[in-house]
């Protein structure tokens, strides 16, 4: 397996280098980072429809080259652009993703409901059909970014058949009557990051349903499945950054575990790019990936909490934030069920 540059990457990473070495690159907030990226032709790499349509190793490029540079991590969209790109109907796909792409409009994700998170097919939430809209009603939970986000991925029961078989998607405009917003405030301080979702009877066009009535679940699970793959996130090089920032101030034997957690992380996730570009599909082994970035990130949480204590408020945040990785995308409990019955064939 060769891990060195092609001349046509090597020529991509001296790009962004130099663009990221420049006063262009704005990084004031969240929304601002990602218009940034895209406008200088760093985003979207990897996908169609105002995406690039490079190989996936462009993406790890830029990931590198990112944490190197000190710079934010890429906005993490590639969960919401696979679920679209494969489930939604041309017209969907030609409305929502090249605004998606560019920044012009961002999302949020309506999943997780109180009583409905490890098992998303009891979720309560409904869609009924009036006319040529949905009427939703329902409360939608660690909802991330819902306060800023233009529309909501939705997921609600639309019959009364099978959980499972009864759940749809829908592209839900945020800013209208009958959404109401709440902050929830994480362990670290932070009330910008989760909340909660209302929906009293909001309404959604019937153009909007992702897929075919009843074909929420197979979305879902594709959303999720992409979600879990860390190479799809960008946390790899952040979690490495992070490392060599610790190594800096101490060579403890938990930063040692952590760079060592690290490199797995970023090989393993070579790896996968690899297979994916022989067009191999992982399906239930984002489970495994979940799991190997769950132990990369705590590791490194750890270590950070080693070297800075309670008294460094950074380093502090960077442990009490990594607590919420095993829960955050599918608990690790749920990845090992799934790896149990679905990889390993367990009852």
């Known amino acids: ?10 020529a991509f990473r001296a790009r962004l280098r130099e663009w990221l070495a ?66 939604g109907s041309e017209d969907i796909k ?15 994700q309506g999943f997780s409901e109180p009583e409905a998170g490890s098992d998303l097919a009891s979720l309560r939430t409904t869609a009924v059909l009036d006319g040529d809209e949905y009427v939703i009603d329902g409360h939608k939970i660690w909802t991330s970014y819902s306060d800023v986000a233009d529309w909501c991925l939705l997921l609600a029961r639309t019959s009364d ?12 405009p945020m ?10 405030k994480m362990i670290n301080g932070v009330t910008t990051e989760f909340g909660q979702v209302l929906f009293d009877h909001a309404r959604v066009p019937v153009a909007n349903m992702i897929g075919a009535p009843g074909e929420g679940w197979a979305l879902a699970m594709t959303l999720v499945a992409h979600e ?3 190479g799809e996130l960008g946390f790899v090089a952040r979690y490495a950054k992070t490392v060599r920032e610790l190594a800096a101030r101490s060579t403890g034997p938990e930063v040692a575990w952590a760079y060592v957690q690290t490199e797995m992380l970023r ?3 070579r790896r996968r790019l690899s297979e994916r570009l022989d067009g191999v599909d992982h399906g239930p082994g984002g489970s495994v990936d979940k799991l190997l ?46 790896i149990a019955t679905r990889i390993l064939g367990l009852p």
């Open 1 to 10: 397996m060769d891990y060195h540059d092609s001349p046509e990457e090597a």
């Open 22 to 87: 420049s006063d262009d690159p704005d990084t004031s907030s969240d929304a601002a980072w990602h218009r940034s990226l895209y406008r200088a032709g760093f985003f979207g790499l990897s996908w169609g429809y105002g995406g690039q349509e490079l190989p996936p190793v462009y993406d790890v490029i830029l990931d590198e080259e990112l944490a190197l540079a000190g710079m934010p991590p890429r906005p993490g969209l590639g969960y919401l652009v696979q679920g679209l790109g494969r489930h």
């Open 94 to 108: 030609r409305r929502f993703l090249p605004r998606l792409i560019s920044g012009e409009d961002r999302w949020c």
């Open 161 to 172: 058949g099978p959980k499972h078989k009864s759940l749809s998607g829908f592209a839900v």
């Open 175 to 184: 800013k209208q009557p009958g959404i109401v917003q709440r902050p929830i």
């Open 228 to 230: 879990r793959e860390p």
């Open 267 to 269: 090989l393993h996730v």
């Open 293 to 338: 970035m769950t132990w990369t990130e705590q590791s490194v949480g750890h270590a950070a909490l080693a070297v800075g204590g309670t008294g460094d408020e950074t380093l502090l945040n960077t442990y009490l934030y990594s607590r919420a990785q095993s829960i955050m995308g599918g608990t690790s409990q749920i990845q090992k069920n799934i």
